[in-house]
């Protein structure tokens, strides 16, 4: 699709957008986002589904096929070296909890990398416990017990993603700046992680177990959800911080507990952890899936001002009366109906969910469910959609203010959080320097910022 404004002059429209929309100020439009995973990009394309699994630069051609076709502000590819599950490092690692299926696909089964009788051992020794015991027993070539092949493992895979990045993001850089694309803020400025309860049960307990030890053992979730609080926000915390970025979480539990369950056990550590983020400047993107519509009162209340919420299920009208005001919200569109309607329909069903969600600021559109095979979506009738959304989606009072900012409440950081975590593997700069008094003081943030880089390496490996 060809565009009238040069890249420089689209980029320059598109950052005031995005700029207006999270600085609470009402922009011209919308923002529009057309998001693809690499699996569905090279499908659209008709390209060996399991190519950019090992080569991303394999995916270079579909993404101007994709880009010509399909208008977006920002760019609709995450780059699958950093963002996406390619197979290659759980392959060389030996990882039972992501596994490259026959759909093309790498699919977390459900593991349990914690037996129940070792809470305590989570709860004294926190992150030496995870790598000591978690991460071998999911990633069975990063065994301790065999240090030479871990070693070697271990650097392998690093080198491979090393070679990938620099194969593919000089490359990718270009086709953004040739586009025009929004940057989403300063490279590198974003994260993620997980609410504590969600991280406890989606690789060291397993969903199932997780179910059972909120019954059984909840003074004992508690007791790690709090040992996990810290490990998640140095996990999140990114490098820089920007007006835009964010610390992306997926949340994952609470619709399959009992509401009173996700207040006394779910909700005290992850709120510590929100707070602290806002308190910084740093905005959590939260995924809340699944049909959190009991659950909107503990939303309004308990989520700090100004966090984007991308929703699965619910009802656009109750959503955005309960919880339009005080946060950004994307979202609730059904996906499905991509796949059995008229262009005309879909484009009405739109103007419906915009004509609920849109007045007032403070919404992007987002379908419910990821688009992960070029089969959920035609990909004429997705590209005449985002067109309608750039078109459509404009506002009145340009300019006026709207919405709750970012840490309305004024929520003051954790300062205990700034100090290393308990552990005899993380960095220590003051014992460094006592061993080491000739080490001059600037040598400390290229050292920190070194074992950050070890430390979410590890962290990464059960997310």
């Known amino acids: 699709m060809s565009e009238a404004k040069n890249p420089m002059e689209l980029l320059a429209e598109r950052d005031k957008i995005f700029y207006d929309y999270y600085t609470n100020v009402v922009p011209t439009r919308m923002p529009v986002n057309a998001a693809i995973v690499p699996l569905a990009l090279a499908q659209y394309a008709e390209q060996d589904p399991f190519l950019w699994q090992y080569d991303s630069t394999a995916l270079l051609e579909a993404m101007h096929m994709y880009a010509d076709k399909i208008y977006s502000d920002t760019c609709p590819f995450n780059p699958p070296v950093l963002m996406m599950r390619p197979a290659y490092p759980y392959q060389l690692l030996k990882s039972q909890s992501f596994v490259l299926a026959e759909n093309g696909q790498v699919q977390h089964p459900e593991v349990s990398g914690m037996p129940a009788e070792e809470y305590p051992e989570l709860i004294e020794d926190g992150f030496d416990y995870l790598i000591e015991k978690v991460v071998p027993r999911q990633h069975k070539n990063l065994d301790p017990s065999d240090p030479l092949k871990m070693a070697y493992r271990a650097l392998m895979e690093l080198n ?45 307990r397993g969903f199932s177990n997780m179910s059972v030890d909120i019954r059984r053992r909840p003074d004992y979730v508690k007791e790690a959800c709090e040992v996990l609080t810290p490990l998640m926000q140095k996990m999140g ?25 996700v207040e006394a056990i779910y909700m005290p550590s992850f709120k510590k952890l929100m707070q602290d983020n806002v308190a910084r400047g740093i905005r959590p993107y939260i995924f809340v899936e699944d049909d959190w519509t009991n659950l909107l009162d503990l939303i309004h209340d308990e989520f700090p001002a100004g966090c984007v919420l991308a929703f699965d299920e619910g009802d656009p009208k109750l959503f955005k009366e309960k919880l339009g005001k005080k946060f950004l919200m994307s979202g609730l569109f059904p996906l499905s109906y991509m796949r059995n309607h008229t262009t005309e329909e879909i484009i009405d069903k739109a103007k419906e969910y915009l004509d609920i969600l849109l007045p007032g600021c403070g919404y992007v559109f987002g379908f419910d469910k990821s688009l992960l095979f070029a089969k959920d979506a035609n990909i004429d009738q997705y590209a005449a959609l985002m067109e309608f959304l750039r078109d459509y989606a404009r506002y009145d009072n340009v300019g006026s203010s709207y919405g709750t900012p970012l840490n309305d409440e004024g929520y003051k950081p954790v300062v205990e959080w700034d100090a290393p975590i308990k552990s ?19 040598a400390r943030g290229k050292f920190e910022a070194a074992d950050n880089q070890v430390f979410n390496w590890y962290m990464n490996w059960l997310f």
């Open 160 to 204: 491979m993603r090393n070679n990938e990045a620099a194969a593919f993001f000089p490359q990718f850089m270009g086709f953004c700046a040739s586009r025009g694309y929004h940057n989403g803020g300063t490279l590198g400025a974003g994260g993620a992680a997980e609410a504590p309860m969600d991280f406890l049960a989606d690789q060291l």
């Open 424 to 442: 005899k593997y993380v960095f220590n700069w003051d014992a460094f320097k006592e061993e080491n008094p000739l080490t001059p003081d600037y």
């Open 237 to 261: 915390m990114p490098p820089y911080i920007d007006y835009q970025q964010n610390i992306f979480y997926p949340l994952h539990m609470p619709t399959f507990m009992r509401p009173k369950d």
